[in-house]
């Protein structure tokens, strides 16, 4: 996926197209332009209309016109599903530097990613999660250092607030792989372990992913087993 490690203007655009495909361009509708709104916000949902299909499945962007430049200066864009956390820009600045900060303060803290930058990260994060051709694994740190991640390179992007620090991203030709910390109660009893995420692209063969780990990989419940007011995807 060269549009994730080499990132570029128009790498939302691409990237969307390869998980998702594309409708009929010819039907998408006009946005209204505001002068106010950074052109990288405009691309965005754009891109994310010419789809035809849902694209976020957890944190979520402000509708085009819904975005306001607050007293602040700043403007909220994208807010976290259960609104603990809101990331925002000031449109007037020229490096359109990204920004969080939660729901109880009003201090906004750099979030070490430009706005094209974090728009492609969080496009990333909800393509993992939103999709169903994917496993998760708890891996203790030598077996994920002996070659289950031979196939990926690392991926440019900043931890998110919502993420653990130490929290990687990675590509293939063909699929995403995010190495985090495992939550509460799937840690390996006395290993450090992680938990490795791979998602696969539509046609892409998933199983080759899973050679030496299956002993490790989660079974997932399907989603008419999830509770209807479940708010976030379960970890595996």
Request: with cysteine.
């Amino acid at each position: 996926m060269e549009e994730l490690l080499h990132p570029r203007s128009d790498s939302v655009r691409r990237f969307l197209r390869r998980w998702y495909g594309t409708s009929d361009e010819s039907s998408e509708p006009t946005l209204l332009k505001r002068g106010n709104i950074p052109p990288e916000l405009f691309e965005w949902h754009e891109a994310a209309t010419s789809t035809g299909t849902l694209v976020t499945f957890q944190d979520y962007p402000v509708k085009l016109a819904d975005l306001r430049r607050a007293a602040d200066g700043m403007m909220v864009f994208w807010i976290e599903n259960q609104q603990g956390y809101y990331w925002a820009v000031d449109p007037k600045s020229a490096d359109r530097q990204v920004f969080d900060r939660t729901n109880t303060s009003d201090a906004w803290r750099p979030t070490g990613e430009n706005l094209e930058r974090f728009l492609l990260h969080r496009t990333v994060h909800e393509a993992l999660l939103g999709t169903e051709t994917k496993f998760s694994a708890v891996v203790p740190t030598e077996v994920l250092e002996s070659g289950a991640l031979s196939r990926f390179a690392a991926l440019p992007f900043a931890p998110a607030v919502n993420e653990s620090p130490s929290t990687h991203w990675l590509c293939s030709g063909d699929a995403l792989a995010r190495v985090a910390p495992p939550p509460v109660g799937y840690a390996s009893p006395g290993k450090e372990s992680w938990m490795l995420t791979v998602a696969a692209a539509p046609g892409a063969d998933l199983l080759k992913y899973c050679t030496g780990l299956e002993m490790y990989i989660h079974a997932r419940p399907r989603r008419d087993e999830l509770p209807d007011d479940r708010l976030e995807t379960p970890p595996f």
